[in-house]
Nanobody, 129 residues
Framework: QSQVVESGGGFVQPGGSLRLSCVGS????????ASWFRQVPGKEREAVSC????????KYADSVKGRFTISRNNARGTIYLQMNSLKPEDTALYFC??????????????????????WGKGTQVTVAS
């Protein structure tokens, strides 16, 4: 059974860094657009960043611009989210969602919850002193 799997979450102090990874189990994410979302209890899942299948189109939420970087290694079929200068308000369960498959040259990056075909179970990020 194919699954999306996130990893890399953890506990970090304010100002620290973490790198999240998203891979496909049983399939490659190479031809999928992908998005990172996050959710805290009692709130809706919100988009953090998204990237097109070819990696050329990238979007960020205003709250993370300049601190987070999304990237992908299509040879490894992996999507990354580098998170720097973390703040307590970044604490959340982070999910990877995928949209596709598309042609490898596809430039769509929607950051749209309803466009995701499949989600991982999430990885917890906690930022606290």
């Amino acid at each position: 059974q194919s699954q999306v799997v996130e990893s890399g979450g953890g506990f970090v102090q304010p100002g620290g860094s973490l790198r999240l990874s998203c891979v496909g189990s049983g399939f490659t994410l190479r031809n999928f657009a992908a998005s990172w979302f996050r959710q805290v209890p009692g709130k809706e899942r919100e988009a953090v960043s998204c990237i097109s299948a070819n990696g050329d189109n990238i979007k960020y939420a205003d709250s993370v611009k300049g601190r987070f970087t999304i990237s992908r290694n299509n040879a490894r079929g992996t999507i990354y989210l580098q998170m720097n200068s973390l703040k307590p308000e970044d604490t959340a369960l982070y999910f990877c969602g995928i949209d596709g498959p598309h042609y490898s040259t596809d430039t769509r990056a929607t950051c749209n919850y309803n466009s995701m075909n499949q989600w991982g179970k999430g990885t917890q990020v906690t930022v606290a002193s």
